[in-house]
Nanobody, 121 residues
């Protein structure tokens, strides 16, 4: 009931910037939480930055001061501005959303397919 479409990944040199976008669509009444995770080869999926239902933002310590998450509620879209990128930021970045899909209080979660970010040294 919820679909996510990500864009904005790519190859960048260390110190460069990228901006990721994730748009949610489907039978969405409201977004409960939405944000970004990343997963490197053979590694676990880790939180990068997220919005909670009350608008609070959470960041991984490793990206604080470099990455900024923002959102457009009217478009059910979140953005991740990534500055001062480092080779260790290289990973697949996945969007996640939890949305209310029913007035009865039913929620749905979804993951995007992921967008690759590669930072060269």
């Amino acid at each position: 009931q919820v679909q996510l479409v990500e864009s904005g990944g790519g190859l960048v040199q260390a110190g460069g910037s990228l901006r990721l976008s994730c748009a949610a669509s489907g039978s969405i009444l409201s977004i409960d939480g939405m944000g970004w995770y990343r997963q490197g080869p053979g590694l676990q999926r880790d939180l990068v930055a997220t919005f909670t239902s009350d608008g609070t933002t959470n960041y991984a310590d490793s990206v604080k001061g470099r990455f900024t998450i923002s959102r457009d509620n009217a478009k059910n879209t979140v953005y991740l501005q990534m500055n001062s990128l480092k080779p260790e930021d290289t990973a697949g970045y996945l969007c996640h959303a939890r949305a209310r899909i029913s007035p009865l209080g039913f929620y749905a979660e979804a993951w995007g397919q992921g967008t690759q970010v590669t930072v060269s040294s």
